[in-house]
Structures are given as C-alpha cells and as structure tokens.
C-alpha cells in the first residue's frame, strides 16, 4: 500500500453507486483497497503500481465518470 490515488467522481450517490465503483476497482491491478465517500463523492485508491488508466477506465466501466 505505497501509492494513493484519488477521483472526483460527481455521479455517485448512493450505496449502489459506491459498489458498482468499488467493485470495478477493486479487480484493478495493482489495487488494494478503495475507499468510497458519497459525501464529497471521492474515491480513495490505495495499492502499488496504480495506473491512472486503468483506474479512470474502471470507473468508466462502472458507468461513472471521474471529473
Ligand atoms: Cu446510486
């Protein structure tokens, strides 16, 4: 657990939301944890060899965008 990554990610709302993105990250590479605040609506990425790509496209994947 040696990088941290974070996202605004505006779309989530809900607890649904804050799985469907966990989930998706969470099969990233490198990924060891995510931390989801529906408050601020930030994704907190915590893991090794992080790619920015990879994450951003996760979380496209999950069906929301990073601002
Ligand atoms: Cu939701």
New binding site residues.
Partial sequence: MNETMTYSVPG???????H?VSEELAAVSGVEAVEVDLDSKVVTIRGANLADGALRAAIDAAGYQAA
């Fill in positions: 989530m709302h809900c607890g649904h939301c804050k469907a």
